[in-house]
């Protein structure tokens, strides 16, 4: 395939998490996704995906390979009530607290939360501060 755009600045394509339980997963990432507006665009017997975060069963031709263990993902937030909202909403459908809601040392403003999901992995929330974003998304096309 011929590159028609070409794209800098994104450090991240996707990522893809194996789980051992995939409708615990699943109601657990439905519920955080809801508080980003972001829907759960695709779904089979042994995976779902939204946006740039697929999600499968160890079973899945997808997982390719052995669980791997641990990973630390985190979404930006719009505002502190969000990073609240998460934390709440993810203990809500299967998460354990990581990390309450709170001012981190990071830098100046970084205000976040941590759960672990169904199978461990740690998922924060974080809003920087008052910050403008550039676009609301990024749009590539071939």
């Not at 990522?15 to 990432?29: E, I, N």
């Not at 709440?88 to 999901?117: I, K, S, W």
């Amino acid at each position: 395939m011929k590159t028609k755009e070409l794209h800098r600045g994104r450090l991240i394509d996707h990522v893809q998490l194996v789980v051992r339980d995939l409708p615990a997963s699943q109601r657990f990432y439905s519920a955080i996704f809801k508080l980003l507006d972001i829907p759960i665009a695709g779904s089979g017997k042994d995976y779902f995906w939204a946006d740039e975060l697929f999600v499968s069963t160890p079973d899945s031709e997808a997982a390719q390979g052995v669980l791997t263990g641990r990973h630390h993902l985190a979404f930006q937030a719009r505002d502190r009530a969000m990073v609240d909202a998460f934390h709440t909403q993810a203990l809500v459908n299967g998460g354990e607290d990581n990390g309450p809601p709170g001012e981190r040392p990071y830098h100046p403003g970084y205000y976040a939360a941590f759960v672990l999901d169904p199978d461990g992995n740690n998922i924060e929330f974080v809003y920087h501060g008052e910050a403008q974003r550039s676009a609301p998304s990024v749009k590539i096309t071939f």
